[in-house]
């Protein structure tokens, strides 16, 4: 059983770097937000007599010792950095959850056959930098070390700049050092599944695959009085006709599809001159991969049919593609055992949100629990768990890791 | 004749103060560099022996005196504003022309029964703050000071804290402090009526009428993942049926109807978020007050019913209506004579730009020159007039109020 108590303000303590007047959170990747965060988390972990390190891409992990030399650690983690103006709970409670666990550990005096390995990947988020879930796609060999180090925020800034600037540019290669005996992730669910069926934590059996892109269309930049409506090239009414094409192929491709474009930027962006430039992002996510595949070819094709409707022109990128993952079945095992045995109701659901565990299954068998999100809110301030549902999703974590690592 | 060299020397000088690297301008109203463009024009007239007087608003005027002591003056001018990232003619040409005009006649030593007064408009670009033709509305008495005072930029910005920034709160009321013999403005069409006509200058009939209007769509920032399509609330979705309606309404309902989405603001606007909120502007122009009417009604029904079909919230504010003007005959009269006597082939048209003569024009007697627009481009680092038809607009303009100010 965890410390409740002590849990609770651990969440507590890491809420205030960085909330936000309406109780949310801003803790952009790699911002001095995040870095006061890392900071709170590397002095827990060396509070806890933990060896810590800092691999080349920021991320950070503590180890705890096992019983056998030779046995491979069972790595915990989550990440600790926000969506701009995001919830407290995403990525946070995930870490804290691993840092508690160990501290009980250490509290009761339990030795663990295997290693326990906590850590906290560099931008998870995806927002600021992208792709998401990117530290944990380099240690993963997903992505190519150096190709994400020149990736930019929209200042033109780039990640590795900040990682310097922030002091976590670390030693240790950002990759696999050894074997791992497994990973788990918490998180909460940030979808509405675990509410509507009444139950107390998930057991979360894959997740969904994706595919991001950004689209940039350039028309001519004039005067919206005296140019002609025949004589328009505008840019955005290309990306207008766009957006509407993501949320027809959201709706129609297939049940579970989801499209969305959350960001868009217009310049000059001025009452009276028509738009010369949009740079808009897509996303789409579904747990088939055809699926997935077919709405990017779809979105392509369209954002050409809308350009070419309005004579504009049309760059295309895509930033993100993940395939769908399954959970290794002793992991998922592990999870709902520790649920059963704790009296929890649980769920068996797979994940509509993209987390660190989708890079880290292709390294070692992997699971997830999931926290109850009220409403199924996220990436919003409205995001909510109550920390008897934080606590339940905690206890479920710890006992599966206790499980694995004793195994 | 105006001095064609100094003409040109002193269009290159003012276009230097706010250049951009592609050969625009970027000269917000009341920004560093409006009081840089400001400042230059003061010197000027002060150069030319005229006497300076700044109002409440910033307007700038310089006057040469008439031989009769109770004739009422004739008023030249336009705006040192531009757009951001505009073009380096609009606004500019007319101060400039109106400049050298009062020039040419010191040199000539040729004096005139009506006062000449030389003019800069505040903010006619509307951009920063809105509305439009700011500056020569509230001298016309269309808005009321105080009102305009508390417009605020996209930063929180008061006017009027900038207008005390910059200098430029002046004494004299800003109102007519006489009566005035009749207002002639220079301006680049901005369209494409007279390149594609062949002539060397435009005799402006009248100006279109517009609405403009804001647009705020308030929906929930959610998780673009597990987020079903049916458990959306989407501000940009809504936007982007509003911004197709805009297209719609413009190119269906009055032959000359123009109708723009110039700009919009996400908010979060990450990729994985589903937008929260969203501002747009809109407007419409058209030279019968009725289709204006008829476009503003429907936009707004547009806007609800998308509001409505996403679930989004809807806050709406018409920013700005100008009815469209007629100009007097004598003015239209004085022009084409000019540009008769000067052997220019010219066309009559309408203006589909607002311009400061739209408010002048409820003051006194009112006309325009427009120079020849190449493309029509406007609003854009690609406006472009030659010197040719700049000079040719500026002596057309000269002549015309000699004509008036010798009446
Ligand atoms: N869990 C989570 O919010 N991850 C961010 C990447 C995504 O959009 O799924
Ligand atoms: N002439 C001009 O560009 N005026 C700005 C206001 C408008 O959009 O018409």
Not at 22 to 40: E, K, N, P, V
Not at 157 to 178: C, W
Not at 294 to 321: I, K
Request: proline share 3%; with cysteine.
């Amino acid at each position: 059983e965890l410390d409740r108590d002590r849990f609770v303000d651990l969440l507590n303590e890491q809420s205030a770097i960085g909330e936000t007047a309406d109780g949310g959170l801003h803790r952009l990747a790699l911002s001095a937000d995040d870095r006061a965060a890392r900071d709170w988390f590397r002095e827990h972990l060396e509070d806890a007599g933990l060896e810590v390190r800092v691999d080349e891409f920021g991320n950070t992990f503590g180890r705890r010792a096992g019983t056998d030399p030779d046995a491979s650690p069972v790595l915990l983690g989550s990440h600790l950095d926000s969506q701009p103006n995001g919830g407290i709970y995403d990525g946070a409670l995930g870490v804290v959850a691993a840092l508690e666990f160990v501290l009980t550990l250490n509290d009761e005096g339990i030795e663990t056959t295997h290693p326990i390995e906590v850590v906290n990947w560099t931008n998870e988020e995806g927002s600021r930098f992208q792709p998401a879930m990117q530290g944990s796609g380099v240690w993963a060999g997903a992505h190519d070390l150096e190709t994400e180090y020149e990736k930019t925020d929209t200042d033109g800034v780039t990640l590795r700049e900040e990682l310097e600037r922030i002091g976590y540019r670390g030693d240790v290669p950002a990759e696999p050092q050894e074997t791992y005996e497994s990973y788990l992730e918490l998180h909460v669910e940030q979808g509405p599944k675990l509410e509507a069926a009444g139950s107390d934590v998930g057991v979360v059996t894959g997740i969904v695959g994706f595919t991001w892109g950004k689209l940039t269309f350039v028309g001519n930049p004039d005067h919206s009085g005296p140019t002609p409506m025949d004589h328009r090239s505008d840019a955005l009414v290309a990306a207008a006709d766009t957006i509407q094409a993501v949320r027809r192929i959201g709706n129609s491709l297939g049940a579970e599809t989801v499209g969305t474009v959350g960001s868009i930027d217009v310049s000059p962006n001025s009452v009276n001159i028509i738009p010369g430039k949009v740079t808009m992002t897509w996303g789409f996510r579904d747990s088939d991969d055809a699926v997935v595949q077919r709405a990017y070819e779809m979105v392509l094709a369209e954002a050409n049919d809308a350009a070419s409707r309005e004579g504009v022109e049309l760059e295309s990128e895509e930033t993100m593609r993940a395939e769908s993952v399954d959970f290794a079945d002793r992991c998922i095992e592990a999870v709902q055992s520790a649920a059963d045995d704790l009296e929890y109701d649980s769920l068996q659901l797979g994940s509509g949100a993209g987390h660190d565990a989708t890079h880290l299954a292709s390294v070692t068998d992997t699971g997830m629990v999931f926290a109850v999100s009220e409403d199924g809110k996220s990436h919003s301030p409205a995001e909510y768990t109550s920390w008897e549902d934080c606590y339940a999703a905690a206890n479920t974590l710890a006992n599966a890791a206790l499980t694995l690592a004793h195994e």
